[in-house]
């Protein structure tokens, strides 16, 4: 009897082990899983977007200051998708762009 209960703590620590550490990757845009930034097929990356290191760190002041307008974005970018997966898991601000809807037709009944 001892010994079965040995044998089930360490099924249920490899379970845990297995289950509970998953390593969610990261957003980025050829990521995977639920933080993944997804792009539309096809969508052609603009000029102002290279280095894409810089654009990453910079485009909150390109918005800030007026130099793209976020419904520009919108464009390519599907707010939940490929905008919010990122900004949720750093924490910032929520982006909500009203013409999304216009743009991404199912956008409404997504989800985040
Ligand atoms: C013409 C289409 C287009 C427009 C307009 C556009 N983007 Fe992008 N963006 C892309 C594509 C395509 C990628 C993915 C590039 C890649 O993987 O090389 C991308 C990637 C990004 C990334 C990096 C994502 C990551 O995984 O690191 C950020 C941040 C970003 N865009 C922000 C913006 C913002 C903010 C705007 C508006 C000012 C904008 N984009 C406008 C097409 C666009
Ligand atoms: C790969 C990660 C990533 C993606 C994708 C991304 N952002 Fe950001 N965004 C950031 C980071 C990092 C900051 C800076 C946060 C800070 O400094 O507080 C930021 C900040 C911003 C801010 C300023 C928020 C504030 O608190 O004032 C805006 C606006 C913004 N992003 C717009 C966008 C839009 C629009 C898109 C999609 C087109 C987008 N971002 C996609 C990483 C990302």
């Known amino acids: 009897m ?9 099924v249920f620590m490899i379970l845990v082990f297995l289950l509970g550490c998953q390593p969610v990757q990261k957003p980025e845009v050829k990521g995977k899983g639920p ?3 997804v792009m539309e097929r096809g969508a052609a990356t603009p000029e102002y977007h290279a280095p894409m290191e810089r654009w990453r760190a910079v485009h909150k002041k ?5 130099d793209f307008s976020e419904r520009e974005c919108a464009l390519c970018h599907n707010p939940k998708r490929s905008c919010n997966t990122c900004h949720g898991y750093i924490g910032a ?6 013409e999304a809807a216009l743009y991404w037709p199912a956008y409404e009944k997504e989800k985040r």
Do not use: H, M, R, T
């Open 62 to 66: 390109a918005l800030a200051n007026g």
């Open 93 to 98: 601000k929520e982006i909500s762009i009203p």
């Open 2 to 10: 001892q010994k079965f209960n040995y044998l089930i703590a360490i």
């Open 35 to 37: 933080l993944a930034v």
